[in-house]
């Protein structure tokens, strides 16, 4: 750049910070070319180019009251350009690392699921199984608490027996069913 383009940018400059916003546009004209060949020069990627060169234009206008007038203005906006890129860079790094965290968080997640999934459907099969060896009593009994809630007095009344009594029977056929479950699960699996 020669002498006169550099005091113009620098006239340009202090228009633009006297409030003439406007005036950035003769920047951007000017240095677009080589802000963007910094910045292709470490993305190889047309669309996140584009996009830092942007963000490197909008950086240099929030600061430029902090350029000073002296110096090469080029070298400052290229120094934005490759300081945003390389921002750019480790926070997409970062962010690559939280959603691999993520994915592998998820894998598991599925994984644990069809483990609970499977330990579930065993779990159900080696109930069935075991309610169909109880006796028509016992498993009419865990049919009108278990699946229609009747009131152990209502069942009472209908098997003919005390409270106290059918309390104790369904008590003693809870823990038939989870011994006969205990031992399907240890020994068979869903068999």
């Not at 409270?163 to 038939?176: C, G």
Request: hydrophobic share 35%.
């Amino acid at each position: 750049m020669n002498r006169n383009t550099a005091s113009d940018i620098q006239k340009t400059i202090k228009s633009v910070m006297k409030g003439k916003i406007d005036a950035y546009s003769r920047i951007v004209r000017e240095y677009q070319k080589a802000v963007w060949d910094i910045v292709a020069s470490m993305l190889y990627d047309r669309e996140s180019t584009e996009d830092m060169v942007q963000k490197t234009f909008i950086q240099a206008y929030i600061h430029l009251g902090q350029f000073d007038l002296k110096r090469d203005f080029g070298r400052w906006i290229q120094g934005i350009a490759r300081n945003t890129v390389l921002q750019e860079i480790r926070s997409s790094k970062r962010t690559r690392t939280k959603l691999s965290a993520y994915h592998e968080y998820l894998k598991l997640r599925l994984e644990n699921e069809h483990a609970y999934t499977s330990s579930r459907e065993k779990l159900v099969h080696a109930l069935h199984v075991c309610r169909e060896q109880l006796s028509p009593l016992s498993k009419q009994i865990l049919d009108l608490r278990y699946t229609y809630t009747v009131s152990y007095e209502n069942i009472a009344d209908k098997i003919g027996r005390t409270l106290d009594a059918t309390r104790q029977l369904l008590w003693r056929i809870k823990i038939k069913l989870k011994k006969c479950i205990e031992r399907r699960l240890a020994d068979h699996g869903t068999d």
